[in-house]
């Protein structure tokens, strides 16, 4: 993308107008898909939504696939600049976490209808499997690196950042799905955004701010009283 601070000349008319319409394309297909969901969507149904012919369509995209992908990587990269933001603002790492948190899982329920879409996708088209799994090593890079800052702090010796990043990645984005995708899981519990945010960030904070009590291997929470979260702002 040009950028004038690099001496390039700033993106032409036709560049801007062909930007337009292809976000007019995206925020179509995002109706479609919580209209009717991903796998029932048609390229027709999207290309009527956007105002525009099926023909214009195969412009910006070769296919359904790749309209989900783009969307999946504009959930990233929002996601990922709202995560970041806190601890650009010099936010302690545990208050920075629970924004963070609070970030996907806000950011997860008003991308729903294309992310209910990517779980679909991932279970029956290996291309596209692949894709979403390469954007989401970035995120599981970023969470990683998080580990590593607070294991230069002492905490969770021993560790793989990238194993733990993994699975903490896993448990947000899958528990997201069950409780704002499928309604959530057959248990007698109450939940709001607060109590979600809450127990994901407690149980992120036990397995990454543990110190090494002694050689017995005991952990200490690096943490003042247990599930003590910040509190939410909004």
Request: with cysteine.
């Amino acid at each position: 993308m040009a950028d004038s601070s690099w001496g390039l000349p700033e993106p032409t008319a036709k560049t801007r107008k062909g930007q337009a319409t292809e976000r007019l394309f995206l925020d179509a297909a995002r109706r479609v898909f919580a209209r009717d969901g991903y796998l029932n969507a048609k390229l027709s149904d999207i290309a009527l939504e956007a105002g525009k012919s099926s023909g214009s369509f195969y412009n910006y995209f070769d296919s359904k696939q790749a309209v989900l992908t783009a969307l999946a990587e504009d959930f990233n990269a929002e996601l990922l600049e709202l995560a970041a933001a806190p601890y650009r603002r010099g936010v302690p790492a545990q208050e920075a976490l629970f924004e963070a948190v609070g970030a996907f899982w806000s950011t997860y329920k008003r991308r729903l209808p294309e992310l209910a879409g990517v779980f679909q996708a991932s279970m029956t088209d290996e291309a596209f499997a692949e894709r979403w799994r390469a954007i989401r090593a970035q995120g599981i890079t970023s969470i990683a690196e998080g580990i590593r800052v607070a294991q230069a702090e002492g905490y969770a010796p021993g560790l793989d950042p990238l194993l733990a990043a993994s699975a903490l990645a896993s448990m947000i984005e899958h528990f997201c799905y069950v409780w704002q995708a499928q309604g959530g899981d057959a248990v007698d519990v109450e939940i709001d955004d607060e109590k979600a945010v809450r127990t994901l960030w407690t149980l992120w904070c036990h397995a990454v701010f543990w110190r090494q009590e002694d050689d017995t291997g005991a952990g200490q929470l690096g943490l003042g009283r247990t599930g003590d979260a910040p509190r939410a702002e909004g």
